[in-house]
């Protein structure tokens, strides 16, 4: 069994060392930026789960910059996540119909938003359509590795806990195809190949993708269970401390 962590190394060392990351510099310890990250997002907004979308829960991370511009211009409401949810309105609401066209590039930046979005608590959330999410690398079974902080795998749990998306809720990341686990490159240096019965540690409160879109191609994992909830027996008392919403669920489910 590898590490997630080996998996973060080898993808941030490739991307850099291949000329294929893209500003912010360095790729480490982010999701990292691509080359085609503007590709991937229009493919992804070919897709039948897009066209179909609504609302648009989506990470804000610089890869998905041209997801999010697209969420507008295709007049999807568009959600992200205040900073590590510190906050009991911990959500930012973007709706493309109180904004001018000229302020869809300003407002989907991380310092953007919080001029042009609305911060709203989970109650005031609509229902998710759809969820893009930030990944390092991603398995061909769809397994996320993300930057290791587990914010993303928490924000999709507490979702759930409210009824905002369950299993049929599709889940997407656009990435490059060097983050594909099985594709060449694939997060190794150059030379490398995948060992022999070597697989990635894919834990239960990691939420599945269910499409991985990239400059090229779209791959559709067979389906896999979502988390249902938070698990609150893997949730640190620091983190509970520090995130009003689980305090407040934590309550509710006492």
């Known amino acids: 069994m590898i590490s997630k962590q080996t998996i973060r190394n080898r ?3 490739d991307l850099e060392e291949s ?3 893209r500003f912010p510099f360095p790729p480490h310890d982010r999701i990292p930026n691509f080359a085609g990250a503007d590709d991937a997002a229009d493919r992804l907004a070919d897709q039948p789960e897009w ?18 511009r697209r969420a507008l211009r295709d007049g999807k409401t568009l959600y992200m996540a205040v900073p590590r949810l510190r906050d009991e309105r911990c959500f930012l609401e973007l709706d493309p119909a109180e904004l001018t066209p000229e302020e869809y590039d300003p407002a989907t930046t991380v310092s953007g938003i919080g001029e042009y979005g609305v911060q709203v608590g989970p109650e005031a959330v609509d229902r998710i359509d759809l969820i893009v999410s930030g990944s390092v690398a991603v ?5 996320r590795i993300g930057k290791g902080e587990g914010y993303s795998d928490l924000e999709y749990a507490i979702l759930r806990e409210l009824g905002l998306v369950d299993d049929t809720t599709p889940v997407a990341t656009t990435v490059h195809e060097r983050q594909l686990l099985e594709s060449e490159g ?6 490398e190949g995948k060992a022999e ?4 540690e894919i834990e239960s409160h990691d939420v599945p993708m269910d499409l991985l879109v990239t400059p090229e191609r ?3 994992p067979d389906s896999r269970r979502k ?8 949730l640190e008392e620091e983190r509970l401390e520090e995130i009003p919403v689980l305090q407040r669920l934590r309550q509710r489910a006492d």
Request: glycine content about 16%.
């Open 19 to 21: 000329g294929i990351a």
């Open 139 to 143: 398995t061909p079974e769809g397994g």
């Open 227 to 234: 988390p249902t909830g938070l698990d609150w027996e893997i």
């Open 11 to 13: 993808v941030w060392d």
């Open 218 to 220: 779209v791959v559709r």
């Open 186 to 191: 694939g997060g190794k240096r150059e030379g």
């Open 197 to 200: 019965g070597e697989s990635v």
């Open 51 to 68: 066209e179909e979308a609504e609302t648009i829960k989506a990470n804000p991370d610089a890869p998905q910059l041209p997801v999010r």
